[in-house]
Nanobody
């Protein structure tokens, strides 16, 4: 029902910035909670940031708070993750996800649709 496609990943030097985008299509997007998650090799998928349908509620993982900003443009069916002051430990595959249920969740199991992921690699 919902298709999500991430873009904007790549190789960046430590201290640099990236802006990830997630374009949604299919079922109505604007009523969904949208989240960003990441997964490094050998690690479980972890929460990064989440935003509710209106953009009025946002939560961030402690590891990225102050360095990342999640936003959405419902007219463009797109959610963004601006990442600044990147660190090598930010290296992971980043996924966007949609939660069609009421409420704002931060656990991967609560999200119904997932993108294919985009690789972010931060070098020294």
């Amino acid at each position: 029902q919902v298709q999500l496609v991430e873009s904007g990943g790549g190789l960046v030097q430590a201290g640099g910035s990236l802006r990830l985008s997630c374009a949604a299509s299919g079922r109505s997007f604007r009523s969904d909670t949208m989240g960003w998650f990441r997964q490094a090799p050998g690690k479980e998928r972890e929460f990064v940031a989440v935003i509710n349908w209106s953009g009025g509620t946002k939560y961030y993982a402690d590891s990225v708070k102050g360095r990342c900003t999640i936003s959405r443009d419902n007219a463009k069916n797109t959610v963004y993750l601006q990442m600044n002051s990147l660190k090598p430990e930010d290296t992971a595959v980043y996924y966007c996800a949609a939660d069609v249920e009421y409420g704002v969740a931060t656990t991967p199991s609560r999200f119904d649709y997932w993108g294919q992921g985009t690789q972010v690699t931060v070098s020294s």
